[in-house]
């Protein structure tokens, strides 16, 4: 536990998911039998770095996922909120339900079930030293090449200093507040909090991210989760 650095995980779990196809919203389609934000929330609570866990939820689903959680391994507390309109508002949310000891928060998509414990201790421990927005990221391995609305190409983008950002991101409480209290939700593009950060003028580290940080975005997304989770069972690594 990390009691002398109260650290708390607000997970947004209130996406439709329509890039997945029909179907539950995202957090709830099954990856190994169980639901991806169970996956999410596991690895959060096996990192040992988080003191509290808020899920912002479906409105319509908020019992449902409070007995989802209801396990006797996930030993870390965990509260479940009403999420929002869009992934910005439903990280708000959240904001709103923090206990007033917490000084640091990691905000993880429920959508990357299988991030490693290791990530998340990594992304805590940059910045419990000191680091006031950290963010985990990969290069870019595609060509990235920008278009007209005609898609024709402008311009091919040097893909060498690009990232990929993941979550979990990592920021002091007061950073993240202020970044939200400085944008309207329903104005505002930012796809990531780092980015809601970045507009309030605060420099962002980012630290290496991992390939099995990958978001279930698309159909075979969930695809390759699951036949990651299969090799992951066969060599005693369970989740
Ligand atoms: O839509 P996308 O896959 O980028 O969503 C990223 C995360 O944000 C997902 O975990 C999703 O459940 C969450 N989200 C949310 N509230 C919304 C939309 C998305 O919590 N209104």
């Not at 990390?2 to 029909?22: D, K, Q, W």
């Amino acid at each position: 536990m990390t009691a002398e650095r109260p650290t708390a995980a607000i997970v947004p779990a209130a996406g439709r998911g329509e890039r997945l196809g029909p179907g539950a919203p995202k957090a709830l389609r099954l990856l190994g039998g169980a639901p991806l934000l169970v996956h999410a929330v596991r690895a959060l609570s096996a990192s040992h770095a988080i003191d509290l866990i808020i899920v912002a939820a479906p409105i319509d689903q908020l019992d449902l996922i409070r007995n989802l959680l209801d396990q006797p391994d996930l030993s870390t507390e965990i509260e479940v909120v009403a999420g929002g309109e869009s992934r910005q508002e439903s990280v708000a949310l959240a904001l709103l339900s923090l206990s007033p000891d917490i000084e640091f928060v990691l905000v993880h998509d429920a959508a990357r079930p299988l991030v490693p414990a290791e990530l998340v201790a990594s992304v805590a421990a940059a910045v419990h030293a000191g680091n006031p927005a950290v963010v985990p990221g990969l290069p870019v391995v595609e060509t990235v090449k920008q278009v007209d609305s005609d898609d024709h190409v402008l311009a091919t983008i040097d893909r060498r200093p690009l990232r990929a950002i993941q979550t979990p991101q990592g920021f002091t409480r007061a950073v993240l507040q202020s970044a939200h209290a400085l944008t309207d939700p329903h104005k505002s593009s930012a796809t990531d909090d780092a980015g809601l950060v970045e507009l309030s003028g605060q420099q962002v580290l980012v630290i290496p991210g991992h390939e099995e940080a990958f978001k279930v975005t698309r159909p075979i997304d969930l695809v390759l989760a699951e036949a990651l989770l299969a090799r992951r069972r066969a060599s005693g690594i369970v989740s």
